[in-house]
């Protein structure tokens, strides 16, 4: 069940990497790029937010042979529109240009989520109650193959698909302690993907160090040279 996690992190690697990325370019370019209505101009006219969009939904890999892809894709499909990219990544690019310009005191990034994660569910609710409800009874010539209700192969007589499916979303919703988040900062990315690169091997575990903080010493001597600019 970590649908949504990966659904969630997919978004934030395609909003946070361009928004680092513009970073680098304005602290380097001051006098081209170095406003963020010039920024937003470009973006918006090299429709960035579409192709955004769909690496945001690319980024989600789901074994080909689970029957309800189709249903997790139409529901991200609804969900990560490229006005959502467009609404965050204007957002963050703005908190930068915000620190660079010496407004706000640190660079503090983020994506708020809990809308993204509200749409998706309600995108997700009917579909996968549709889905299940066309699925046939369980019986002794067709036992059941799975437990998971989203690669369920039939029903048991008299379920209530509307409970299963909720119960199935819930699951997906309690999948992640980065799930529970209203905000997903950079510090919380870096940080969920070395846990998630963590390795056990027998009884002895390997960890990726801990990242640094975003506005580290080499990011704060660029901003240094973009002010002076």
């Excluded at 579409?50 to 690319?58: N, V």
């Excluded at 009917?126 to 299940?132: F, H, M, T, V």
């Excluded at 919380?188 to 690169?197: C, G, K, S, V």
Aim: aromatic share 4%.
């Amino acid at each position: 069940m970590h649908v949504l996690k990966k659904i969630i992190l997919g978004v934030c690697v395609v909003l946070f990497g361009p928004a680092m990325a513009l970073l680098g370019m304005s602290i380097a370019f001051n006098q081209t790029i170095g406003q963020p209505t010039f920024v937003k101009q470009v973006l918006r006219e090299a429709q960035l937010y579409s192709t955004l969009s769909e690496l945001a939904i690319d980024h989600l890999q789901l074994d080909a042979n689970n029957q309800q892809t189709g249903l997790i894709t139409q529901a991200m499909q609804e969900t990560i529109t490229p006005d959502v990219v467009q609404n965050n990544l204007e957002q963050i690019l703005d908190d930068v240009y915000a620190w660079l310009d010496q407004d706000t005191p640190t660079l503090e990034i983020s994506v708020n989520i809990q809308p993204i994660r509200d749409s998706f569910v309600a995108n997700l609710r009917p579909k996968l109650s549709a889905e299940l409800a066309s699925l046939p009874e369980c019986s002794y010539a067709n036992p059941p193959t799975s437990s998971d209700p989203l690669s369920a192969n039939c029903l048991p007589p008299g379920t209530d698909v509307n409970a299963v499916a909720e119960q199935a979303i819930q699951e997906i919703i309690n999948s992640g302690e980065i799930l529970q988040q209203n905000e997903i900062s950079s510090q919380d990315l870096d940080a969920t993907f070395a846990e998630n690169n963590t390795s056990v091997s027998g009884d002895t575990e390997t960890s990726t160090q801990k990242p640094e903080p975003i506005n580290g010493p080499a990011l704060e001597q660029g901003a240094t040279l973009y002010r002076l600019a």
